[in-house]
């Protein structure tokens, strides 16, 4: 595990990285030009329907923020998920932990 500081990702309407923190950068072994303009499955297909995917278009979908523990079955690593609708697009943080919460 990294740390407790969140891993930081914001994505356009059309979940195209705009921003993103080193802490994310480090986690994901990739560089800000990798990312930034580029889709979330366009970069990382096997996102596409995974349980963190279907949380940023829930939370675009309804405009409510979600917080939940979620297993990214590409990171093969469970996450503290924060999503949080802003401008059409969202903002996503997460956190490694242990395990599933009990």
Do not use: C
């Not at 990702?9 to 979940?15: K, N, Q």
């Not at 072994?29 to 829930?58: C, D, K």
């Not at 990214?72 to 469970?78: A, H, I, K, Q």
């Amino acid at each position: 595990m990294l740390s407790d500081r969140p891993s930081y990702a914001s994505l356009d309407a059309e979940l195209r990285f705009v921003a993103v923190n080193d802490r994310l950068l480090k986690f994901l072994g990739a560089s800000r030009e990798e990312l930034i303009g580029r889709g979330l499955t366009e970069v990382y297909p096997q996102a596409n329907g995974s349980e963190l995917h279907n949380l940023m278009l829930e939370a675009q979908a309804s405009m409510q923020p979600i917080r939940k523990r979620a297993f990214s079955e590409p990171l093969r690593t469970w996450l503290e998920v924060e999503v949080h609708p802003i401008g059409g697009g969202v903002q996503v943080a997460f956190t490694p932990v242990d395990g599933p919460e009990h």
